[in-house]
């Protein structure tokens, strides 16, 4: 069975400060990555998905960025967040085939003030 | 197209019975049923083809009406357990089978 790891759990970071989020996954090869966001109370929006190494895929435009340097390593990414970019950042993975059942990692909190 | 989610919150006493629906605009592929604790990661609970097939999982199961690009999640007999925010997530007939839409969810909630 495939797991999903995180870092960090939490983040407090101010205005204008740079970001990394990093997951990694055990237990897989060559999955689907997902980056989603949920800003407090509210549903999972998709941000970047990736089907391989450099392929990132980008679903809403902001000044965010996703990049999977390794097979199993996907990572979210700000030269200066702002604000908005509060919430619970999630990555998910999926398998190779079709339908694509997609599975949660434990979550990044991030606060931004 | 994000699909609708209805009702947006309900809450039960400990041993009643709940239907949460999931509904589009589009022709589904296939329905993708979470669950999310407070505080936590979205729990994967059931994944539903188009078909109209029905699944069941311990007293939750779910539906999927391909004609009326409809799911339905129900939850007979609820415990304390069950509380949380439920998301069904969706992929449209002809789309990318890897991305999902998913609703803004329904709150559960169950009550001693």
């Known amino acids: 069975s495939q797991t999903i790891h995180q870092w960090p759990a939490t983040l407090v970071q101010p205005v204008g400060s740079p970001l990394s989020l990093e997951c990694t996954v055990e237990?897989?090869?060559?999955?689907?990555l997902y980056w989603y966001r949920q800003a407090a109370g509210r549903g999972l929006q998709l941000l970047f998905y990736s089907v391989g190494i450099g392929q990132i895929s980008s679903e809403v435009p902001q000044n965010l960025s996703a990049s999977r340097p390794q097979d199993r390593q996907f990572i979210l990414s700000s030269k200066k967040l702002l604000l908005s970019d509060s919430g619970f950042y999630l990555c998910?993975?999926?398998?190779?085939?079709?339908?694509?059942?997609?599975?949660f990692g434990p979550g990044t909190r991030l606060t931004v003030l | 197209q994000q699909p609708v989610q209805s009702p947006q919150a309900v809450i039960l006493r400990e041993g009643e019975d709940a239907v949460i629906n999931c509904s589009s605009s589009k022709a589904l592929y296939s329905v993708h049923w979470y669950r999310q604790k407070h505080g936590e990661a979205p729990v994967f609970l059931m994944i539903l083809l188009k078909g109209g097939e029905q699944k069941g999982h311990d007293k939750i199961s779910a539906s999927f009406n391909e004609k009326k690009q409809q799911s339905s999640l129900y939850l007979t007999a609820s415990q304390l357990s069950y509380s949380g925010t439920y998301f069904c997530?969706?992929?449209?007939?002809?789309?990318?089978?890897?991305?999902?839409?998913f609703g803004k969810g329904t709150l559960l909630t169950v009550n001693p």
């Open positions: 998910a993975t999926g398998g190779a085939g079709a339908p694509d059942t997609q599975y």
């Open positions: 997530g969706t992929v449209h007939s002809g789309g990318s089978n890897y991305k999902l839409t």
């Open positions: 237990g897989t090869s060559n999955p689907n």
